[in-house]
């Protein structure tokens, strides 16, 4: 097919809620390592990965070949049966667990681990009613889109009911006109009284992302969650911390996400990075929470062959490798010249996030924090015509995600900086 014929077959074809970032969609026909081509021989410098999913970089060597050998072995098998790819995953995920004895359950994608944790929890504690964040995206089902604290993505009117959504810690635009640390953290010491009054005050639990992708990349302080697990397990929830897109050393020198604010969970679900892009979804639970579901459950694709000889090459080669350790260092180098960014730009409002996992907000005023929704979108364009690829999100829609694989180097952070920065000297221009 032709680049023309794969847009107007993507337009006649598919739903119309299959959007683009950009007024003329991007066709994509290979990668490599940092790097994505697109049909008319241009090439890209990666810096959102997918989504977070490409951790060790496009069709990575390693993976790569550990997956062929698979295909040509043993390509697929149900959970009614047992396979060496998914004990094996099963093993290595237990060995890196928040604690011992964990158990694991393979799905197809985040929304399906989230839909295993929210059961898991229920089944754990008897109760129904789960408490989510504002700003949180959690999937795409009935479920998780009920446990999404953004309208932009709840969709219809078959939502779910059991869900309560508490104040996230979003310092740069605070809900109640604080500023930390002076807040003493009311946004996280709020969840009493919330579960108080719009709870029956027995909760299953608290879903919440370490660090809020679609939301923004809003990122906690180190308090917050100590704070809410300890509210949380105060009315016999457990805690899930969804790191579909923060495990796997993503926010640098730990494992999990939740790591970084000294939490350990009692449920952990990941997807997107785990396979370096191929379908997985993983829900990890202790023990005893693992074994409260006495029913029983099957998935026809997860936990199968291939994905999971992906994701134990991944995990392999992040641990042998240190990546999470060099998410560490050059996201600090990141962090640094998107600050020296801020500076120069009066477009850009805020900077967070941890590791390789970055963001700016940008905004019209600095004062009046007001968004700028229209400049993101230029400088999202700008962004393609100087060759690069970084993601959108945002309750307004005005926050660029920043997210390389976790195998970069400092010459691919100066040569993102240096192409963001035309970007955002276009944008501004135009």
């Known amino acids: 097919m032709t680049k023309e014929e794969i847009i107007l077959a993507q337009q006649d074809c598919l739903f119309p809620c299959v959007f683009h970032y ?22 890209y410098l990666d810096f959102f990965g997918g989504i977070l999913t490409v951790s060790v970089g496009h069709c990575n060597d390693r993976v790569n070949a550990a997956v062929h050998k698979q295909l040509d072995t043993l390509q697929h098998a149900s959970t009614v049966f047992a396979t060496e790819p998914q004990a094996a995953l099963a093993r290595t995920i237990s060995s890196i667990a928040p604690g011992p004895g964990w158990k694991s359950f393979f799905t197809n994608s985040g929304t399906e681990a989230n839909e295993t944790a929210v059961m898991a929890a229920r089944c754990y504690t008897g109760s129904d009613e789960m408490i989510a964040l504002r700003y949180s995206y959690h999937g795409r089902s009935a479920l998780t889109m009920a446990g999404t604290g953004n309208a932009t993505w709840r969709i219809g009117p078959a939502l779910q009911a059991g869900f309560v959504h508490a104040h996230n810690a979003y310092c740069y635009r605070c809900s109640f006109g604080l500023t930390y640390p002076n807040c003493e953290l009311r946004c996280a010491t709020d969840l009493d009284e919330l579960i108080r009054t719009s709870t029956n005050g027995r909760i299953a ?32 929830g457990v805690v899930i911390s969804d790191e579909v897109q923060t495990a796997w050393g993503r926010t640098g020198d730990r494992m999990w996400g939740m790591a970084q604010y000294g939490v350990v969970p009692d449920v952990i679900t990941s997807a997107k990075g785990l396979a370096n892009g191929l379908p997985i979804g993983l829900t990890s639970a202790r023990a005893e929470i693992a074994d409260s579901i006495k029913k029983l459950s099957i998935s026809t694709f997860g936990g199968g062959p291939i994905a999971t000889t992906a994701a134990k090459a991944v995990l392999d080669l992040i641990v042998e490798e240190k990546l999470s350790s060099n998410a560490a260092v050059m996201g600090t180098y990141l962090r640094e010249g998107l600050l020296v960014l801020q500076e120069k730009h009066p477009l850009i409002g805020d900077v967070r996030g941890m590791g390789l996992m970055q963001a700016v907000e940008l905004v019209r005023d600095r004062k009046t924090k007001e968004p700028a929704t229209a400049e993101t979108v230029r400088v999202m364009e700008a962004a393609r015509d100087q060759r690069l690829l970084i993601g959108r999100g945002g309750l307004s829609g005005n926050c660029l995600r920043i997210s390389p694989p976790l195998n970069i180097m400092r010459g691919d952070v100066d040569s993102f900086l240096d192409r963001f920065d035309r970007s955002l000297t276009v944008a501004a221009l135009s």
């Not at 007024?23 to 008319?40: F, N, S, T």
């Not at 660090?211 to 509210?231: L, N």
Request: hydrophobic share 40%; proline share 7%; charged share 25%.
């Open 205 to 236: 639990g608290l879903i919440a992302e370490p660090i809020q992708g679609v939301g923004g990349f809003i990122t906690p302080p180190r308090e917050y969650f100590g704070i809410v697990a300890e509210i949380v397990r105060k009315y016999g």
């Open 22 to 43: 950009y007024g003329e969609p991007l066709v994509l026909v290979r990668a490599k390592d940092q790097y994505v081509w697109d049909a008319d021989g241009n090439e």
